[in-house]
C-alpha cells in the first residue's frame, strides 16, 4: 500500500470487474449480439443487435451465451426527481433534542408529529429537515452520533412514543411506573440514551408479551424479507452477546453462516420481536410524515460494530475509516471512523446496498439530504491508527451511483439535496446540477449574499456541526472550541463576523436575537427553493449539537434544546422568524 498524503490510490486491492451499463429509455441502444435480457420482475426478453427501447426503469441483467457473469443494465432517468413547483421554507431540527412533557428523555416521533402540527405548520413552514432516524445497535452504552447509524436501513426504537403502542393501555400500573420514570429523564441536563433505551426496552417487552398477531404485521414480514429477518437477527444477537459483532464468538461473526440459521430458527421469538420493533416505528413514522413533508438525512457511512457491517462485511474495508483532510475550519482533520465501501465490490453486489438503503430512507419522505455527497465521487480513506493528515482519496463510479439515485427518486417521487460542504474537487457541482441534485448554500461559508444563491439550492445558515448564530454573535462557540483544545481559527472566525455585520448592517454591540433576526431575514432574501431555519437559532440557543474533532470534551449529540416542545410553540422569536420567511415568499419574483 502506497502512503503519502492526499493522493488518489489503488489501495492494491485485486477485485472483480464486472461489467456494469447504464442507460436512458426511449431509445434504441447496441447491443454485442444476442442476449438475454432478465427484467428486475423476472421477465425474460431476448435482443439481438439493440436493446428494446421501452425497458422499464429499474435494475435489469443481460446474460449473454458462454458468459458466467451477467452484465448489470440499469434503465435510469436522465436527473433525479424534482418537482417543478418545490418552493418554501422549513425547520431543520435534531429531533432527539426535541424533548416534550411527553418525552422519556429525548424527542420521539410523537414529538415530530406534534411538532410539524403546531408550531410548523401553524407558522407557514412547509417541509422538516430531521437528523438520521437509523438504527443503533441494541446494546448499551448506546451509539449518540445518529451519523454512526448500525444500520441506514431501519430505524432507531428509542423513537418509539411506548404510550402510542398498541397494547400499552393494558399495561396498566406498569405503564404508569415507566412512564414517571421516563419523564424525570427530562429533568437531566444531557441526554442519557442508556437510560432511556433501558426504560423503552422494558416496556415493549412487556408490551411484546401480550401481542398474538397480526395480518398488517405479517404483511410488513413479507414486505421486508429476508433483509430485515437478517437485520432482526443481528439485533438479537447483539443483545445475547452484548458487544459488537466483532467481537462474538466466530461461528455467528457472518450472516450466513449455520450457527446463525440454528440461532434464527431457536430464538425465532426473539428475532420476531426485533421485527416488530420496525413495524412499530413504521407507523410512527408514518403518523408524523403525514402532518408535514419530511427531508430524511443519509449519513455517509455505517458503524463498523453494526448490523449493516455485519451484513455487508465483504464490501467493507474495516481497518480504514473515511474523514475529511485538515482545512481552514478543522485544523487537524476529520476521522468518522465509518469504513469504506470498496468501489467495485458494490458494483459486484449490483449496488445492493445503495438501493436498499436509499429506498428505505425515501419510503416515508419526500426529499433526501445526502450527508458528504462528494462522497458520490471520492472518499478521503484513513488507515487505521493513522492521523487524517494521512489520508488518501479513493475514487468511485460516480454514474453508476448518479444512475441509482435517479432511479429511486423517481420511484419515491422525492427529490435530493447534496450536502456539498467543504473540500469539493472542480466538477462535482456541475456534475450535481446536470443530474438535478440540489445544491446546498451555507451562509457561513458562502462569501456571496445570498441574493446571489442558486435557484437549484437548499439555502442554511448553519448545520449541526458548525456554530449557531448566537454563538457567533457572543464569540461563546469560539472560546468553547479553546476549551476542547480544537486550535480554532480565530481570523476565520472573524471574517464570518464581519461579513454578516456588513450584510445585515448589525452594530457590534447588537443584541443576539437581533442577529438570529437579520441573519435569517438575509437567508429569506435569496432565491433558492428551498430555505431552512434552524430550530436552534429559532431558539437563540449558542451550544452546537456537534463539536468535529472531540469524543468527550464536548457532549455531542446530547444536547437538548434550551426549551420543551410546549414553550417552543409559545418563542416570539420563533413567530417573528416564520413571519420574516412568509412575507419573503410573498415577493414577486
Known amino acids: 500500500m502506497k502512503t503519502g498524503p492526499h493522493r488518489e490510490d489503488e489501495w492494491g486491492l485485486t477485485l472483480k470487474r464486472p461489467t456494469v451499463r447504464v442507460i436512458v429509455p ?22 439481438s443487435h439493440r436493446l428494446p427501447p421501452d425497458l422499464p426503469l429499474g435494475y435489469h441483467q443481460i446474460r449473454w451465451r458462454g458468459v458466467e457473469a451477467p452484465t448489470l443494465l440499469m434503465v435510469a432517468p436522465r436527473q433525479c426527481y424534482l418537482p417543478p413547483g418545490l418552493e418554501g421554507w422549513g425547520v431543520a431540527l435534531q429531533l432527539y433534542a426535541l424533548r416534550s412533557r411527553r418525552s422519556w428523555g429525548m424527542g420521539d416521533l410523537a414529538d415530530l408529529r406534534e411538532f410539524a402540527r403546531s408550531p410548523a405548520r401553524k407558522l407557514g413552514a412547509g417541509l422538516i429537515q430531521v437528523n ?14 445518529p451519523y454512526c447509524p448500525g444500520s441506514r436501513r431501519y ?49 415493549l417487552r412487556i408490551i411484546w408479551a401480550g401481542f398474538t398477531t397480526d395480518a398488517a404485521f405479517e404483511r410488513f414480514l413479507v414486505q421486508e ?74 449519513p455517509i457511512g455505517v458503524d463498523p460494530d453494526g448490523a ?36 467495485e465490490q458494490l458494483r459486484v453486489a449490483a449496488y445492493e446496498p445503495l438501493r436498499q438503503t436509499v429506498r428505505a430512507l425515501m419510503r416515508h419522505a419526500q426529499g433526501l439530504r445526502i450527508d458528504h455527497v462528494m462522497g458520490l465521487f471520492r472518499l478521503f480513506w484513513i488507515p487505521k491508527g493513522s492521523d487524517p493528515s494521512q489520508g488518501h482519496y479513493v475514487r468511485y463510479p460516480t454514474d453508476e451511483l448518479l444512475a441509482v439515485l435517479a432511479i429511486e427518486s423517481h420511484r419515491a417521487r422525492a427529490w435530493i439535496v447534496g450536502e456539498d460542504l467543504g473540500t469539493v474537487e472542480r466538477g462535482v457541482r456541475p456534475k450535481l446540477r446536470r443530474w438535478n441534485i440540489m445544491t446546498h448554500h451555507l451562509l457561513w461559508f458562502d462569501r456571496r449574499s445570498p441574493k446571489h444563491y442558486r435557484r437549484n439550492a437548499l439555502a442554511a445558515v448553519t448545520t449541526h456541526d458548525l456554530f449557531t448564530v448566537a ?27 464581519r461579513r454578516v455585520r456588513a450584510w445585515t448592517g448589525l452594530a457590534e454591540d447588537a443584541l443576539s ?16 427553493r428551498l430555505q431552512m431555519l434552524t430550530l436552534d437559532d429559532a431558539l437563540a440557543a449558542t451550544a452546537r449539537p456537534n463539536m468535529p474533532g472531540t469524543t468527550r470534551a464536548w457532549p455531542n449529540w446530547r444536547l437538548p434544546l434550551p426549551k420543551s416542545l410546549e414553550a417552543i410553540r409559545r418563542t416570539p422569536l420563533l413567530r417573528r422568524l416564520a413571519y420574516v420567511f412568509n412575507q419573503a415568499r410573498k415577493r414577486p419574483a
Open 26 to 47: 426511449g431509445r434504441r441502444h447496441k447491443l454485442e449480439g444476442t442476449a438475454e435480457v432478465v427484467l428486475e420482475d423476472g421477465t425474460r426478453l431476448t435482443a
Open 471 to 497: 454563538g457567533l454573535w457572543t464569540s461563546s462557540d469560539f472560546e468553547a472550541q479553546q476549551r476542547c483544545l480544537l486550535k480554532p481559527d480565530r481570523a476565520a472566525f472573524q471574517r464570518i463576523r
Open 155 to 203: 430505524w432507531n426504537p428509542l423513537y418509539l412514543r411506548i404510550e402510542e403502542v398498541t397494547g400499552a393501555s393494558k399495561l396498566g400500573g406498569k405503564l404508569r411506573r415507566l412512564s414517571r420514570a421516563g419523564w424525570a429523564l427530562n429533568q437531566a441536563a444531557l441526554i442519557d440514551r442508556d437510560a432511556i433505551f433501558s426504560l423503552k426496552m422494558e416496556a
Open 308 to 343: 449493516d457491517a455485519w451484513v455487508w462485511q465483504d464490501l467493507l474495508v474495516l481497518d480504514v475509516s473515511i474523514g475529511a483532510p485538515p482545512d481552514r475550519y478543522n485544523s487537524q482533520g476529520q476521522d468518522w471512523g465509518l469504513p469504506p465501501f470498496v468501489p
Open 132 to 145: 438520521p432516524l437509523c438504527a443503533s445497535t441494541p446494546t448499551c452504552p448506546q451509539q449518540d452520533s
Open 225 to 298: 424479507g429476508e433483509s430485515l429477518r437478517e437485520f432482526a437477527t443481528f439485533c438479537a444477537l447483539a443483545q445475547h452477546f452484548r458487544k459488537g459483532w466483532r467481537r462474538w464468538p466466530a461461528p455467528y461473526q457472518r450472516a450466513d453462516m449455520p450457527a446463525v440459521r440454528r440461532f434464527q430458527e431457536d430464538r425465532a421469538q426473539e428475532v420476531r420481536f426485533h421485527q416488530w420493533l420496525q413495524w412499530l416505528l413504521e407507523q410512527q413514522l408514518a403518523r408524523a410524515a403525514a402532518v408535514m413533508p419530511l427531508m430524511q438525512d443519509l
Open 513 to 528: 436575537s437581533d442577529a438570529i433576526l437579520q441573519t435569517y431575514r438575509l437567508l429569506a432574501g435569496a432565491p433558492s
